[in-house]
T-cell receptor, first 112, second 112 residues
């Protein structure tokens, strides 16, 4: 099973709201990733967790706050977002790189 | 820096004809190369990868790719295209630092 699940599928939020995106995998993968994808563009890496520790932060604004509660879960906490943050947010997981990254279906985020 | 290039924004092919989606790479050291496909409003699905070994890599859904070191290419191919193959295709390279770097993507349109 190579499934990564993400909730919610769609999210609409105002600029003053606080919300969270959730990602889960049960493949025993030790690395988990957050990507942001704008329409018709490739995914852009935001964060990488390796063995539940943040290993990469691609200079993402602090209004995005990742959290890895355990080896199967990854959250992305959102606060005071801007309309330009509207995008598809993708979660992925892998064993030790350069192993294949498996992606979830994404959360379509709209910031009003 | 590790990078991949997809020179074609769009590829058009008739159903039943062979298809090729091009990718060239620029890496130092051994390249770890991947192909992903994305259907509208969906996450990325893994198709195949080249790590080492046989230059012809077979993947999901009848796709294959040929690693060519002298031409620094990793073109995606399929002998007979289906209308359902119409999607956005991304080539990617693992940089060796837990990062996947994606090409700009190629839209494949298969006409009936």
């Amino acid at each position: 099973d190579t499934e990564v699940t993400q909730t919610p599928k769609h999210l609409v939020m105002g600029m003053t709201n606080k919300k969270s995106l959730k990602c889960e995998q049960h493949m025993g993968h030790r690395a988990m990733y957050w990507y942001k994808q704008k329409a018709k563009k490739p995914p852009e890496l935001m964060f990488v967790y390796s063995y539940e520790k943040l290993s990469i932060n691609e200079s993402v604004p602090s209004r995005f706050s990742p959290e890895c509660p355990n080896s199967s879960l990854l959250n992305l906490h959102l606060h005071a977002l801007q309309p330009e943050d509207s995008a598809l947010y993708l979660c992925a997981s892998s064993q030790d790189p350069p192993d294949t990254q498996y992606f979830g279906p994404g959360t379509r985020l709209t910031v009003l | 820096a590790q990078s991949v290039a997809q020179p074609e924004d769009q590829v058009n092919v008739a159903e039943g004809n062979p298809l090729t989606v091009k990718c060239t790479y620029s890496v130092s050291g051994n390249p770890y190369l991947f192909w992903y496909v994305q259907y509208p409003n969906r996450g990325l699905q893994f198709l195949l990868k080249y790590i080492t070994g046989d230059n012809l890599v077979k993947g999901s859904y009848g796709f294959e790719a040929e690693f060519n070191k002298s031409q620094t290419s990793f073109h995606l191919k399929k002998p007979s295209a289906l209308v359902s193959d119409s999607a956005l295709y991304f080539c990617a390279v693992d940089t060796g630092f837990q990062k996947l770097v994606f090409g700009t993507g190629t839209r494949l349109l298969v006409s009936p």
